[in-house]
């Protein structure tokens, strides 16, 4: 836990098509009308190491998981370290759209050792709250057709089938919080942040 941290900082967590950023989004609009200080912010993350990434599956179409992994970690640690301490420091609450479960899960279902990713992003500021949008597959990938994705390399349908089940035994454990994202997005929203004011902001007032 970062010990100098006035902010909150929430993860919202999901395959794609479940809905994060726009839930994202609109949380932090939700949150700034009752009075609070709240930035958006997402993963992966606009740095060098994400970037590299990018370079990389262009010129070999594949990207080996564990270095994928790493490469994951390291625009994590840029983040954090360039845009969520910083924040927290402030008294802000963090809305981040993905965070250290997605790499759990991607990396995790391309078969890099879930333990070792866990090690290698072990200075990622721990989130108060992680928020799992819980959307059957089918659903998610009828919205994926409606827009465009920066990372079409991550949506192949049979990662995201093993994406699914590392989320659950994630859910499972107690690490995240499931939100059934088959709905409106406006009772999406609504649950997400009624769980942010008990959970996160009520315990610190």
């Known amino acids: 836990m970062y010990s100098s941290r006035k902010g909150s900082l929430i993860a919202i967590e999901g395959i794609d098509g479940a809905g ?10 939700k949150l700034r009308e009752l009075g609070f200080e709240a930035e958006y912010t997402y993963e992966p993350f606009s740095s060098p190491f994400s970037g590299a990434l990018k370079k990389y599956i262009e010129e070999f179409g ?28 402030k008294g802000v609450i963090v809305i981040t759209d993905r965070y250290v479960y997605s790499s759990i899960a991607y990396q995790g279902a391309k078969g890099a050792d879930i333990d070792w990713i866990k090690i290698v992003n072990r200075y990622a500021v721990e989130a108060d709250l992680v928020i799992y ?16 994705s920066k990372w ?10 093993k994406v699914l089940e590392i989320y659950e035994s994630l859910v499972y454990q107690g690490l995240m919080i499931p939100i059934d994202a088959s709905r409106s997005i406006d009772e999406v929203v609504n649950d997400c942040l009624n769980l942010i004011l008990v959970k996160v902001i009520k315990p610190k007032i």
């Open 62 to 89: 594949e990207v080996e998981p564990e270095i994928e992994a790493l490469a994951m970690a390291l625009d994590r640690l840029f983040h954090v370290k360039k845009v969520i301490e910083p924040l927290l420091k």
């Open 133 to 148: 949008l819980r959307v059957p597959l089918e659903i998610a990938l009828e919205r994926m057709k409606r827009k465009e």
């Open 152 to 161: 079409k390399y991550f949506e192949d349908i049979n990662r995201l089938k």
């Open 20 to 29: 994060k950023t726009t839930t994202a989004k609109i949380l932090v609009e």
